[in-house]
Nanobody, 118 residues
Framework: VQLQASGGGLVQAGGSLRLFCVAS????????MGWHRQAPGKERELVAF???????DYAASVKGRFTISRDGDKNSVYLQMNSLKPEDTAVYYC?????????????WGQGTKLTVSS
């Protein structure tokens, strides 16, 4: 299974950006899809996830600013990021999970880099 994330870039603080991820190599609908991020010198953290049924959850640091959504039953997910802060700077990774506990980042493990300038 490959998980391809895209949409990162350079944005000023207070700006917005939308990330996109699509999973390939799997035919059934994925139970959990999520976004993680890893800032320089820090551990990777879960930012948001969405279930196949549309249930969402967010890290406290992004709640109210980020919105995760799925494209119906398709294995694709968006992360709308508003009111961006310099501390949101990180590489963002898309991941999937069966039960929301153990996450798989795909055979490529590629992320998309977001840089928020102050």
């Amino acid at each position: 299974v490959q998980l391809q994330a895209s949409g990162g870039g350079l944005v000023q603080a207070g700006g917005s950006l939308r990330l996109f991820c699509v999973a390939s190599g799997i035919t059934r609908s994925i139970n959990y899809m999520g976004w993680h991020r890893q800032a320089p010198g820090k551990e990777r953290e879960l930012v948001a996830f969405i279930t196949r049924g549309g249930v969402t959850d967010y890290a406290a640091s992004v709640k109210g600013r980020f919105t995760i959504s799925r494209d119906g039953d398709k294995n694709s997910v968006y992360l709308q990021m508003n009111s961006l802060k310099p501390e949101d700077t990180a590489v963002y990774y898309c991941a999937k999970s069966e039960y929301g506990s153990i996450w798989y980042f795909g055979s490529w493990g590629q992320g998309t880099k977001l840089t928020v300038s102050s």
